[in-house]
């Protein structure tokens, strides 16, 4: 077998993940493990670096022997991974000064406030496209050197590495030569003006954070280095890399201005390709690199829903309600639209646009006839709610997506997306693959070792599966929405998030 097999990494927030696909993107092997989620005060989470690494090789070795593969069979490596999560090593000895600061920790909201105060989240917005908030990596990375002890010193004389998920996995896959990320990892630390592609000079001031710390920044499909012998058994390149969400939408072939996808997982991610121009959000949105290759940036406009899939985690595991997330969708068809009920899942808060992190979830509108299968078709609508609202933020921003393609474990779920189409009074699109994260890392793999030469190969290569029309009335429609802005309004905190 010559080297045509493609092997990609997706490291996510629960689970590691290796794909190896054929050279048609034909998915050969596949392996999955999770890990553990360590929280060691209320609002921290951390990773066990060593943890993580061990996941990844583990599954690595294990859909490698499932397709039969050895290293020479692999022409390209692609890694896919859970964005913001901070790291800092010895560059001498490989070793993690700390855990891992996964994007959920909110420690250094404190700290977020407090440069807020003084009046720094403009800086940070017009630079960055993020909000100055403790989900980015900046403070995450300040926390750590401010609190072990020697790292300020260490990092002040260049014997420490930063890295995002995907530059530590290159660092342990290129046995310690390679520190690099790409710039959709990049541009979500809060240090990387996407503007100007380089570390910004006055945020690494502002967050107090030496350069000497920070990896190169190359594009999503690049020459990465190639992988140390001990490790695979052998030299493969690593030729790809991007943030889950960005992945994704690669993986969607997001490539032309207005494509939107958005992903339903435990939260909804939705992400539209804005093309060449930055656009600054007034609704709460974030300004982000969707893709950069060649040298070439494409911006995209995002969006976040916390509480999407978990929804019907939260309907099977705390009010027991039903047995599994699938049956929702039974219990929905059967019920029909709910037009009085309301669940605003608003459990941690909501995310955008409201930014509200004081609110918290209710269920209103309940008569004495409301019951069991209402709350659960009311908590499916939500969903669709609040991607509604993530789409005329973008809309008012300059971005009004005609047709959505979506992925993710709840897209399974047919009624929901019929839902979603009639609410959004746009097309849904479900391709057959619905793996988009995993996807994208292979399809950026291909680009660089040539066995993709264009984006539009990539755009030939999506399949459709299941297409959504809008069919609910207007007045209807118009009738569900304000149900649910009436709703939302009354969970929001007073304190409402900042700008
Ligand atoms: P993640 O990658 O965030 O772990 P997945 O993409 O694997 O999530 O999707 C899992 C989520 O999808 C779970 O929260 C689950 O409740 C939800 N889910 C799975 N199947 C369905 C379904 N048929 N209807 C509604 N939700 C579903």
Not at 104 to 130: M, N, S, Y
């Amino acid at each position: 077998m010559t080297s045509r097999l493609l092997l990609a990494i997706d490291q996510g927030t629960s689970s590691s993940r290796t794909v190896v696909y054929d050279d048609a993107i034909n998915v050969v092997a596949s392996a999955q493990r999770e890990f553990t989620q360590i929280y060691p005060q209320p609002g921290w989470v951390e990773h066990d670096p060593e943890e993580i690494w061990s996941s990844v090789e583990v599954v690595t070795q294990e859909a490698m022997q499932q397709a039969g593969a050895r290293a020479a069979d692999i022409a390209g490596i692609g890694i896919t991974n859970q964005r913001e999560t901070t790291l800092i090593w010895e560059r001498q000895s490989g070793r993690c000064i700390y855990n891992a600061i996964v994007w959920q920790d909110r420690r250094t909201a404190a700290h977020c406030d407090a440069l807020k105060q003084q009046g720094a989240e403009c800086k940070v917005i017009e630079r960055t496209g993020l909000r100055l908030d403790a989900y980015f990596s900046a403070t995450k990375i300040a926390w750590i050197l401010d609190n072990v002890d020697g790292a300020r010193e260490l990092a002040a004389t260049g014997k420490l590495a930063f890295g995002t998920i995907d530059c530590f996995l290159l660092w342990r896959l290129s046995g310690g030569r390679v520190h690099a990320t790409d710039a959709t990892n990049a541009s979500r630390t809060m240090l990387f003006n996407i503007h100007t592609q380089a570390w910004d000079e006055e945020l690494l001031e502002l967050f107090n954070i030496p350069a000497a710390l920070l990896p190169e920044v190359m594009d999503c499909a690049a020459d990465f280095g190639t992988t140390d012998d001990k490790v695979l058994g052998g030299a493969v390149p690593v030729c790809g890399i991007a943030g889950d969400q960005q992945a994704a939408l690669i993986g969607q072939a997001g490539f032309e201005y207005g494509m939107t996808k958005s992903t339903y997982g435990t939260g909804c991610f939705a992400i539209a390709n804005t093309g060449d121009k930055a656009l600054e959000s007034h609704n709460q949105l974030l300004t982000t690199i969707a893709s950069r290759l060649n040298g070439d940036v494409d911006y995209g406009l995002e969006g976040s829903v916390f509480v999407a899939g978990s929804a019907m985690q939260w309907l099977r595991d705390e009010l027991c309600i039903i047995d599994s997330a699938p049956q929702s969708g039974d219990i929905a068809t059967r019920t029909g639209i709910v037009d009085d009920v309301y669940v605003v899942p608003a459990f941690a808060g909501l995310g955008a646009p409201y930014w509200d992190p004081h609110a918290r979830g209710a269920i209103v509108g309940l008569t004495r006839g409301s019951g069991r299968d209402q709350i659960i078709t009311a908590t499916l609508q939500a969903v669709a709610f609040q991607t509604r609202d993530l789409v005329d933020a973008m809309a008012d921003d300059g971005i009004a997506p005609s047709v959505i393609r979506v992925d993710g474990g709840m897209v399974a779920n047919q009624w929901f997306l019929q839902f979603l189409a009639d609410i959004l009074d746009i097309t849904v699109e479900r391709p057959m693959n619905v793996e988009s994260t995993v996807l994208g890392a292979a399809y950026l793999a291909a680009y660089q070792c040539g066995i993709i030469r264009t984006t539009d190969e990539i755009a030939k290569l999506w399949r459709l599966d299941t297409v959504f029309e809008p069919s609910m009335s207007a007045d209807q429609r118009e009738m569900l929405l304000s149900g649910w802005a009436e709703a939302v309004g009354r969970v929001r905190s007073t304190v409402a998030g900042s700008p």
